[in-house]
């Protein structure tokens, strides 16, 4: 025991400096893969994919400018206002995380022990869904923002209850959000524009955003799904989509036995606006409110606010009968047209017959106003085109009944990042966090000590369970698999003399094991050759062994060597170098090695090209690019055989 505190300490004597800088191998990776690369990744339907290092750490600045405004992750509503079941917020931890990584020059770390990026499946997560529709394949022919409405027919003349639906992009890419309508009339509908379905019959029932999972109904309570009905997508495709194609799916499950039925209905609208009618002036900023008394007890689970370009802001709450007390609804204090969405209340909100459902919304008719989509500003009325406006706020709710504030509203488990990974990573898993909930997370059955949050954070192999408490309420979530690969043992061997006698050496001895490569550092560095279990130390400092058994890496605890004589600089090889600033504009800087002196440098164009060379003379070394147009750039270090041994991005604006 006492052993084991002792090398607790010496280990965090060593790396004391070194905790506190964060790098994208401990730190930064698990950031983002549990928060962007939903979207940001190939084939994803950002521009720009966030996978890798070489792509995080060259837009680093963009990163953190983004998640320090609160544009990244696109999240419109005010958390401080309210939380929400599934809601993209970064915490204040991990951005400052990534300011401190950008701030020492986001240093990578050990790549090896990265975590892997997370796999993403187009596929479904419903099991075997009961009702499957997808749009014929349909080619999207213009650069600009392109709003589509498909029309699908359920084909039954049954009617049934809906108790989860899942939007499956048929083309990620472009696929930047899809409202799920269903309407049983034989209105005709428009099939292209951004505002209703053209058919004032059609009900809202789902809105779906890239990286969005499926929505469930509480147990025991589905929507109803009426006979013969349809299912109309309107689907936004984002500007580029030029030429592509898709074929975008919804699937639900449904459950025919008999159901609470959950309603969607725009209950605040156009008929109960208290300053109405719907008219914006031209080059006006107006305010507009809406009110409806509730004529009995309901239970809340979502809401949704629905305006068009000019809407600028839109909050909702409710003030209760007597006491005037106020449940908070939605706030948004930047509506974004392109983000819109359900906002699902983590805890089902139970309004007492009497409460008044209130909201103002704020429109923005000036030609400052970016997403006016007519300069010079026209008057604006109600209406279902992209260029009339809408104040909607769609709620789901269902008559109350008794114990309906301990609906547990999703028990499902959420992995942020890869489930299978190397010996000494982890993934971290979350439910909905709720007030009042209680958690106890389980690995094969067991409860696990402790594990009495909305997360956990997983390190072994696992079936990974959370049983959930609300009230009167118990839910056991399905299982999620976590594999963990055995990770190699890294570890220098005690040698015989840790000085090294002046002119000789002293051999270094790694564990071995079958199929084991090996990897020499000094002072962090690797060293050129020393690949093989064991290697005769010349030099002093500290030495680390670095393992790999086909799967994965690990890197031994530092041996510090004395005596002997300071390393020279050709044998230490160069593993990482800093490039700023990035993105940068007239000037790029780069930190280097005093061991690589005398190699070059390149700079070469997005397509390889090598546009310039020099010489490494010094260990800073800055290259003028100012006249070198805007774009993606690499600068390489070529060593004497002209072979490219490190290679970098750099963003020239
Ligand atoms: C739900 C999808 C989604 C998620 C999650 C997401 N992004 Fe984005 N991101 C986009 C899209 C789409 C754009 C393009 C601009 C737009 O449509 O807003 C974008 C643009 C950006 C930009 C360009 C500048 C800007 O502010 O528009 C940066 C930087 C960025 N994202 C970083 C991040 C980071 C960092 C994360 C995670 C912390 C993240 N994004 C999470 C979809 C997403």
Redesign the pocket.
């Known amino acids: 025991m006492m052993k084991n505190v002792l090398l607790l300490l010496a280990a965090s004597f060593s790396y004391c400096g070194f905790s506190q800088t964060p790098t994208w191998s401990n730190d930064v990776a698990k950031?983002?893969y549990g928060?962007?690369t939903?979207?940001?990744r190939t084939g994803g339907?950002?521009?720009f994919n966030?996978e890798t290092y070489e792509e995080v750490s060259a837009?680093a600045g963009?990163?953190q400018?983004?998640?320090e405004t609160k544009?990244?992750?696109?999240w419109t509503p005010n958390p401080e206002y309210k939380h929400f079941a599934h809601e993209?917020v970064?915490p204040s931890a991990d951005i400052s995380t990534i300011q401190n990584w950008v701030a020492a020059g986001t240093p990578s770390g050990n790549l090896n022990s990265a975590p892997p990026l997370p796999p993403y499946s187009n596929g479904t997560q419903l099991g075997t869904p009961d009702i499957s529709l997808s749009i014929s394949p349909y080619t999207v022919t213009s650069a600009n923002d392109v709003y589509r409405n498909f029309e699908l027919f359920v084909g039954s003349a049954q009617s049934t209850n809906l108790t989860a639906i899942e939007v499956l992009p048929g083309n990620p890419s472009i696929v930047?959000h899809v409202l799920v309508f269903q309407d049983s009339t034989t209105n005709p509908i428009n099939t292209s524009g951004a505002g209703g379905t053209g058919s004032s019959a059609s009900q809202l029932l789902y809105s779906y955003?890239?990286?969005a999972s499926p929505y469930f109904t509480p147990v025991g309570t589905g929507f109803r799904l009426a006979p013969n009905t349809r299912i109309i997508l309107q689907i936004h495709y984002?500007p580029g989509s030029n030429g592509l194609t898709d074929n975008t799916t919804v699937n639900f499950k449904t459950n025919n036995t008999n159901l609470r039925k959950i309603t969607v209905n725009a209950v605040l609208n156009h008929s109960n606006m208290t300053d109405g009618p719907l008219v914006i002036p031209a080059n006006q900023l107006k305010t507009f409110h809406s009110e409806l008394q509730i004529p009995g007890n309901v239970t809340v689970l979502y809401a949704f606010p629905h305006m068009h370009l000019l809407g600028k802001s839109v909050h909702t709450w409710a003030n209760k009968p007597i006491s005037g007390d106020t449940v908070r609804f939605v706030k948004i204090p930047d509506w974004n047209f392109?983000w819109q969405d359900n906002f699902i209340f983590p805890n089902a909100i139970v309004l007492p017959i009497g409460t008044t459902i209130k909201a103002e919304a704020v429109y923005d008719n000036r030609d400052t106003n970016p997403n006016n989509p007519t300069i010079p500003p026209v008057p604006v009325t109600a209406g279902e085109g992209t260029l009339d406006e809408m104040f909607l706020v769609f709620f789901a709710y269902m008559p109350f009944q008794t114990g309906d504030q301990y609906l547990i509203i999703d028990k499902r488990i959420f992995a942020k990042g890869a489930t299978n990974f190397c010996g000494g990573q982890s993934v971290r898993l979350e439910t909905i966090a709720g007030e009042g909930y209680s958690y106890q997370w389980l690995k094969d059955g067991t409860a696990i000590t402790g594990a009495t949050n909305y997360f956990y954070e997983a390190f072994e192999t696992g079936n990974y369970t959370v049983s959930i408490t609300l009230g009167t309420n118990n839910a056991v979530s399905d299982p999620t698999l976590v594999t963990v690969s055995d990770a190699p043992v890294a570890q220098v061997l005690t040698p015989s003399t840790t000085a090294i006698p002046i002119g000789g050496t002293v051999t270094l001895s790694g564990q071995t094991g079958a199929g084991y490569l090996y990897q020499w550092y000094l002072n962090g560095n690797a060293i050129l050759g020393a690949t093989s279990s064991t290697f005769d130390a010349p030099y002093f400092g500290e030495y680390t062994l670095e393992v790999f058994n086909g799967t994965c890496y690990s890197i031994s605890e530092p041996l510090l060597m004395t005596g002997g004589v300071a390393q020279t600089n050709e044998i230490v090889g160069q593993t990482e170098f800093l490039v700023f600033p990035n993105p940068a504009e007239d000037l790029i800087s780069m930190q280097l090695n005093d061991a690589i002196c005398g190699k070059r440098i390149a700079v070469q164009d997005a397509a390889g090209k090598i546009l310039q060379t020099l010489t490494i003379e010094k260990s800073l070394v800055q290259i003028d690019v100012h006249d070198l147009a805007q774009g993606i750039y690499f600068v390489s270090i070529i060593d004497e055989n002209n072979s490219i041994v490190l290679k970098k991005k750099v963003i020239l604006r």
Request: glycine fraction near 4%; proline fraction near 14%.
């Open positions: 950031i983002i928060n962007c939903s979207c940001h339907i950002a521009p966030l837009m963009w990163v400018q983004a998640i544009s990244m992750p696109p993209r970064l930047h955003v890239p990286g984002a392109h």
